[in-house]
């Protein structure tokens, strides 16, 4: 398998939202595991967008709710080597 075309995984640990009015756009700030900062900009109210694909996947998948924040899937530690 070719390693140059597998995804970049992180673990986010805290997340924020930045709005920008006079821009129109928020920016989602994630700070990962390894002390990296990802900002991710959402034009203009793609940000709605994600917040109810979230309440969507917290109605269909509502255990998701009880999972902690420890353990990794396999899959992501060998997508991070």
């Not at 673990?11 to 930045?18: I, N, W, Y």
């Not at 255990?63 to 420890?70: L, P, R």
Request: hydrophobic share 35%.
């Amino acid at each position: 398998m070719n390693t140059l075309h597998l995804p970049v995984r992180h673990r986010a640990v805290s997340m924020e939202l930045a709005a920008y009015l006079d821009g129109r756009y928020v920016e989602m700030r994630i700070r990962t595991d390894r002390g990296d900062t990802i900002v991710v900009a959402c034009p203009k109210d793609s940000i709605f967008v994600l917040q109810r694909h979230i309440e969507q996947i917290g109605r269909a998948c509502p255990e998701i709710a009880t999972w902690s924040g420890h353990g990794r899937p396999d899959n992501e530690t060998a997508a991070r080597t």
